[in-house]
Nanobody, 122 residues
Framework: QVQLVESGGGLVQAGGSLTLSCVAS????????AGWFRQVPGKEREFIAS????????YYADSMKGRFTISRDNTKTTVYLQMRKLNSDDTGVYYC???????????????WGQGTQVTVSS
């Protein structure tokens, strides 16, 4: 069973950048999709981006295009989320996930990390 562990969250000033990491253990992302979601206060968990682990193709929510970039390392055990030009609306808990497809809704993703807090100060 895939186990996911996120890291890299923290406090960042508005306008700054942050890169989150997610390591898969007990298996890898092979034959699956890796995804990033976030949950901001008062809202449901929302899709940010995903990557097809077979071919590296990336998919983004329309609202996340431009400031967020999903990538992976050459060992294909770690997925990253680079975030730029952060603002206070980006404050929330960011989650890594794995699923058999690039699904938009969080309930369609069976594997989750514990989440990492990102706080953007204005």
């Amino acid at each position: 069973q895939v186990q996911l562990v996120e890291s890299g969250g923290g406090l960042v000033q508005a306008g700054g950048s942050l890169t989150l990491s997610c390591v898969a253990s007990g298996g890898t992302f092979d034959n699956n999709f890796a995804g990033w979601f976030r949950q901001v206060p008062g809202k449901e968990r929302e899709f940010i981006a995903s990557m097809d682990w077979i071919n590296g193709r990336a998919y983004y929510a329309d609202s996340m295009k431009g400031r967020f970039t999903i990538s992976r390392d050459n060992t294909k055990t770690t997925v990253y989320l680079q975030m730029r030009k952060l603002n206070s609306d980006d404050t929330g808990v960011y989650y890594c996930a794995a699923a058999s497809g690039s699904f938009y809704y969080s309930h369609q993703w069976p594997y989750w990390g514990q989440g990492t807090q990102v706080t953007v100060s204005s």
